[in-house]
Nanobody, 129 residues
Framework: QVQLVESGGGLVQAGGSLRLSCAASGRSFSGQATGWFRQAPGKEREFVAV????????YYADSVKGRFTISTDNAKNTVYLQMNSLKPEDTAIYYC??????????????????????WGQGTQVTVSS
């Protein structure tokens, strides 16, 4: 069983920064992929970023490219999402997620929420204008 706990959310003004953390227990991140998703009120859950150190790739949604950075600290079994130049449209609940196996993200499926099997409870990010 994998438990994921997000933290670091909060209220920030437009142009500000936040760093989200996703701490895992029950499984190591070292051979896995971890994704960040977000969901705004009345909208579907959308992909933000994903990282796999073992496979050597990182992907970002176009809407956050150049502003957000995903990273991982395997020693702490934690994945981070550094968010800079925040905009009001970034307001959402942010979730981290892990698939059962790296193979589930093959063929470009890394952006599909259905391919991830374990989810955290989410952390609220609110960006004021």
């Amino acid at each position: 069983q994998v438990q994921l706990v997000e933290s670091g959310g909060g209220l920030v003004q437009a142009g500000g920064s936040l760093r989200l953390s996703c701490a895992a227990s029950g499984r190591s991140f070292s051979g896995q992929a971890t994704g960040w998703f977000r969901q705004a009120p009345g909208k579907e859950r959308e992909f933000v970023a994903v990282i796999s150190r073992s496979a050597g790739w990182i992907y970002y949604a176009d809407s956050v490219k150049g502003r957000f950075t995903i990273s991982t600290d395997n020693a702490k079994n934690t994945v981070y999402l550094q968010m800079n130049s925040l905009k009001p449209e970034d307001t959402a609940i942010y979730y981290c997620a892990v698939p059962l196996s790296l193979g589930r993200l093959d063929h470009g499926n890394y952006f599909r929420p259905a391919k991830y099997d374990y989810w955290g409870q989410g952390t609220q990010v609110t960006v004021s204008s």
